[in-house]
Structures are given as structure tokens and as C-alpha cells.
């Protein structure tokens, strides 16, 4: 597999699409061009975003100042067009960063605000690679995958030293990908993506090369996704073909033996994976606006949704978008036991806390217009939210198409508070019920709330409708909802989600239905 179709199936198969035209204006903070190539259409200023031509650089490299509201606070990396990709918190608690455009690893101190930025010297000019993996050692060292030159790279904070390491080949047609990394005491581990594989390695190891076992994946699917280690030790990752199914995997790292469960129909591109307390595993399907979470136990799925995503990251200018999804992609717990995910095309962050069946999404401040049918709309876009680390309240991210890397605060209180009056009904097809979804303001609001709805049977199955859509909640309010179920709704549970969305921030609520 060549250069070009490597850089393709980066964007491609991970979901990363361009709806709208590329636009020509490159806005660049103030930074100063020396020379044009009048051949290729690029002005060359000395900085990484000599890597794209000028009529591209506004969909790479940013489309303006970092931004922030009560929430998330935005800051700006002093090098243009870094395109920060993986992020990741160490024990000091500095934030640390993957630059794809560079090559080069990033560093944030939230004390000072200020960044640093280590030059990898062995890092040819020119070259860009989508660096999804970064963890941090027991011995201080940081690891981070290469997936355009198949590489493991090693970075020695002390030295400021770089290390890179072959990862092994796959035989695969589309060759190997080296993507998501992650460390378990001294074992590491990384998915070949494309490579039909898991690498193992010990982050000890000492040598030219990093003495890398590899795990074949079971099956001949196409894709072997991130990955996460249970209190046994048990490796678990899916394998799938996009749109056309997978398994779950669970491998004992003592045996060798593998144990599948296949994936419900409805799950076609299952990128995320995570595991709670309890030992269930939580899946995000990335070519949807659903998640999953399996019971080993009673070896059961469980279908969720996020909200839809709100408009100013799809935009619709050309009224082509019947569905807009949300694409929830990588998934963290967070020390309260809540389950985090970016949701990459809703341009959000979202928190979801299984004790209380609560849905909390933010949108992020930035928004670059470039990845989305905006057209003449202002504040239109999504900034490329591809990776996040949760550091007790905090919720770092990175914007990969603005240059920016952000903090989400959860400590901050939310704006309303939103409770329904049922947490599950039962309907029998062709019938419907009415829930009450209470709505109390825990501030003085500038403008209405918008009641929002969706759920995960689809409108043919469940539709909901409320008694109102826009909402003034200058005091407690009720609103009401119809629930219904169509003639030939299939028996079964699924989940209704209800509430309602103020300026950039939706708080929603879970409805167990019940159709016989």
C-alpha cells in the first residue's frame, strides 16, 4: 500500500469526511509569508503549513483564534498547522500531544499556559502521518504509534531524545496501520488496523528493535480496533468489516485462546472501547449516533443514543442532510464512573452517568467550516474533536483542523436541571403514552431551550413528540411528550432519549420502552 492510500484510508475509514467545498482564504494569526510558489499555489512561510497548498489551508491548518465559553477553554499551539491529533495527561499533570504535521510532540503546562514543542529530528520535512496512539510509561518515557511509516516512536522527557522502532508488517493487501496505544504496567499494546492484529510489547525492552509479539486477529475482517485490558488481564477489541458486522473479542493472554460475541447488526464501524467497574464493556460505533455496552455475564448488547447532533455542526445549507449523526468515537471513564466520548461530527463532548441515565453534550467553541455543508452560515463546523483524556473533572481534547487543544471543565454547574417523570413504560404496538419532562433553570437564562428527542429503534418503530419544541424556563416548567409505537413495531426494549438543549450545552435524560 502506497503513501497516497495510506493518508486515505487514515481519513477514510476513520470517519473524518469533507462535505463542503475547500475554501481559499487562510487566516493566518498575523503570521508572515516570505515566498510563492506560483506552481503549486502555496505560499511558504517556514511553518507546517507549507505542507498544504493555500487553498487547503483553511480546512487543515485553522480558521481562527482559539475561542472559549463558560465550559471549555480553547488554546492556541504557537506553531501553525500542527494538526494535534493524540492527547494524553501525565502524572505531573502537564498535557502532552501528538503534532501529525510535524512529527513532533507537544506539551502543555496549565499553570503558566504556555506550550513546548520538541523538534524530532529524525522527522523528514515534508511528512505527515496520522499519530492516533500516546501513553505515557512507568519509567517517564512516552510512546506514540506512526501509522503512515508503520513506526513506534519513544520519547525520553529527560534528554528530549527520540526513539523510533519498526512496527511489524502485516501481509495483509492494506498492510499494517499502527493506531491506538495502550500501556498496562509494563505491557503495551497496540491494533493494527488494518493489519489483522494486536502488537504486544513491554515497554522495558531494550534493543534496536521493540521485540514486538503479534496476536492475529480472529476471522477475516477487515479492521482490528483499539483495545482495553480487563482485571484478569484478558485483551478485548472488535473486529469488523464496515456496514457488514464484526465480533467482539475477548483473548486470555494465558491460554491464547480467543472467546467472540458477535456484534449486533446496527453496530458498523465499532472504534472505542472501554471497560467499566462492573466489567462491562462499552462500545462506540463511529458510522452512527450509537453506543453499546455488554454484560459478559449474561453475555447481552445494550443499544444508547446521544442526542442529534445540533445544527451548527452540520449546517444542511444545501438541505441534503435527511439524518444527521453524531459519530461517537473514543470512550474514557472518568473517576466519578461516568463514561466520556467525543462525538466527532456533532462537534461534541459527551458524558454519560449510568447511575442516573443522564446524558450530559457540549459543544465545543471552534468550528471550521470546511468539514461541513455550512454554506453561507456563520458559526458552522466541527474542528475535528479526534481524541480526549479525562484527568478528574478535566476533559482534555484536541481540535485536529484548528490547531487548538482544549479543557473541558465538568465541575462547572450546568445551566438547567432535568429530571422525567418515568424511567421506563411499557406500549403495545399501535398505542402510545405521554412522560412528563421536568425542566428547573439553575441560572437566569438569556434565551429558550429547545426540547430535544431521538431514540434507538428509529422513527418507523417509536416516534415522540412533544407539546412544545421551544421553551422559555424562566421558572420551573413541565413539558410533555407522546410516546408512540408504530402497528407493526417489533416486541422488544429500547431507549428513548428526552431533554433539552440551551445555547451549547444538552442535558438529556433515558426512558426504558417496553413494546409488546
Known amino acids: 500500500m502506497n503513501k497516497n492510500t495510506k493518508k486515505l484510508l487514515a481519513l477514510s475509514f476513520m470517519a473524518i469526511f469533507i462535505i ?5 482564504a487562510f487566516l493566518g494569526g498575523g503570521r508572515v509569508a516570505t515566498q510563492v510558489n506560483k506552481t503549486t499555489g502555496t505560499t511558504i512561510t517556514g511553518t507546517p503549513a507549507d ?8 480546512t487543515f491548518c485553522e480558521t481562527g483564534p482559539a475561542k472559549s465559553n463558560k465550559y471549555i ?6 506553531t501553525a498547522c500542527t494538526q494535534p491529533l493524540a492527547i494524553m495527561v501525565d502524572p505531573s499533570g502537564s498535557v502532552w500531544f501528538t503534532e ?21 529530528q529524525q522527522w523528514q520535512k515534508g511528512e505527515r502521518s496520522m499519530m492516533w496512539g500516546l501513553a505515557n510509561a512507568q519509567d517517564g518515557n512516552i510512546w506514540m504509534t506512526d501509522s503512515q511509516h508503520n513506526l513506534v516512536w519513544k520519547f525520553n522527557p529527560s534528554d528530549k531524545s527520540y526513539q523510533r522502532f519498526a512496527f ?22 497496540i491494533n493494527d488496523f488494518t493489519g489483522r492484529k494486536i502488537g504486544a510489547f513491554s515497554t522495558d525492552h531494550t534493543g534496536p528493535d521493540l521485540g514486538v509479539t503479534s496476536i492475529p486477529s480472529p476471522g477475516n475482517y477487515n479492521f482490528t480496533s483499539s483495545m482495553i485490558t480487563d482485571t ?13 458486522g464484526g465480533n467482539l473479542v475477548s483473548y486470555d493472554q494465558k491460554t491464547g485462546n480467543y472467546t467472540q460475541y458477535p456484534l449486533p447488526q446496527d453496530i458498523q464501524a465499532p472504534n472505542g472501547i472501554t471497560i467499566d467497574s462492573s466489567g462491562k464493556l462499552w462500545i462506540m460505533d463511529t458510522a452512527s449516533s450509537y453506543f453499546f455496552d455488554f454484560d459478559p455475564t449474561s453475555k ?8 442529534l447532533p445540533p445544527v451548527s455542526s452540520y449546517g444542511n445549507a444545501s438541505g441534503l442532510i435527511k439524518t444527521p449523526i453524531s459519530r461517537p468515537y473514543w470512550d474514557h471513564f472518568d473517576d466519578k464512573g461516568r463514561l466520556w466520548f467525543n462525538e466527532q461530527v456533532a462537534n461534541s463532548l459527551g458524558v454519560y452517568d449510568p447511575s442516573t441515565q443522564t446524558l450530559v453534550e457540549y459543544v465545543v467553541p471552534s468550528k471550521n467550516p470546511n468539514w461541513s455543508d455550512c454554506g453561507t452560515l456563520s458559526d458552522c463546523g466541527v474542528a475535528q474533536l479526534l481524541d480526549f483524556t479525562v484527568d478528574h473533572n478535566k476533559v482534555w481534547f484536541t481540535e485536529w483542523v484548528e490547531n487548538n487543544i482544549g479543557v473541558l471543565d465538568s465541575s462547572v454547574p450546568l445551566p438547567i436541571n432535568v429530571t422525567a417523570s418515568e424511567s421506563s413504560i411499557i406500549i403495545h404496538h399501535g398505542q402510545n403514552a405521554t412522560v412528563s419532562l421536568n425542566i428547573n433553570p439553575q441560572e437566569n437564562l438569556g434565551s429558550p431551550v429547545s426540547i430535544i428527542t431521538s431514540n434507538t429503534a428509529g422513527l418507523q418503530t417509536i416516534s415522540i413528540t412533544p407539546q412544545q419544541t421551544l421553551v422559555t424556563v424562566d421558572k420551573p416548567q413541565i413539558v410533555k411528550l407522546t410516546i408512540s409505537a408504530d402497528n407493526f413495531a417489533a416486541p422488544g426494549t429500547y431507549q428513548v432519549l428526552v431533554g433539552a438543549r440551551y445555547q451549547d450545552i444538552t442535558i438529556s435524560k433515558y426512558i426504558n420502552v417496553i413494546l409488546e
Open 20 to 24: 463542503s467545498t475547500v475554501s481559499v
Open 51 to 58: 505542507n498544504y497548498p493555500d487553498a487547503k489551508r483553511a
Open 73 to 78: 477553554t480553547e488554546f492556541k499551539i504557537p
Open 100 to 120: 501529525s504535521n510535524t512529527g513532533n510532540l507537544g506539551k502543555f503546562d496549565l499553570a503558566s499556559k504556555s506550550f513546548q514543542e520538541f523538534t524530532n
Open 168 to 189: 511489524p508488517k502485516s501481509g495483509t493487501s492494506d498492510g499494517s496501520f499502527p493506531q491506538m496505544l495502550l500501556i498496562d504496567g509494563k505491557s503495551a499494546y
Open 232 to 244: 484478569l488481564g484478558k485483551l478485548w477489541y472488535t473486529v469488523w468489516i464496515y456496514q457488514q
Open 300 to 307: 447481552k448488547f445494550t443499544k444508547h443514543t446521544t442526542s
